[in-house]
């Protein structure tokens, strides 16, 4: 058992009367400190991990992918996306340059989506290239949006020195 005893005080003292010893019994207070810890610890809510499920290729036979249905993003700097259809050296439309919000890229991959099942009947193929001279947070919001527009296949790829001329020619690098 607790408890706390404080020690009697002197007979010789001329203001003191005969007190008996103090005893505060403290195992309920324990008991409550101990109830109390238990209580907060099931009931705090733990940080959950907020990762996004990311879906390997299986093996196996490749299948090409025609450049009408392939979408390059190539990050750059100051928050800009450059973005063409086809390759680098033969683009089948001119790139446009986008930023990352609601009218930018998000609109970009929806209309592009929306284009390529029109004309070919397949889905849209996703490349993201990230430049040296973009930074982390660029494609966390690339890989966000083509989470929010539903873009099922999506890779990201090294960035190739004909990628960094366009980047450079449109002034996002």
Known sequence: MAELNSTPE???????????????????????????????????????????????????????????????????????????MGTPDKPLATPQVADYSKSGIRKLLLETAKNVTASTGKRLVVLVKPSDHSVYENLVSTLDELNITKTESYAIVDITKNDVGLLKQYKAY
Do not use: W
């Not at 203001?15 to 008996?20: A, F, I, Q, W």
């Open 10 to 84: 002197k007979a010789g003292n001329k203001t003191s009367r005969n007190r008996l010893p103090l005893r505060v019994d403290l195992t309920a207070m324990v008991d409550l400190a101990f109830l109390l810890i238990t209580f907060f610890m099931l009931t705090t809510t733990l940080q959950k991990n907020n990762a996004m499920a990311v879906t390997m290729p299986a093996d196996g036979p490749s299948e090409p992918v025609g450049m009408s249905r392939t979408l390059t993003l190539c990050l750059g700097n100051h928050n800009k996306v450059l973005s063409y």
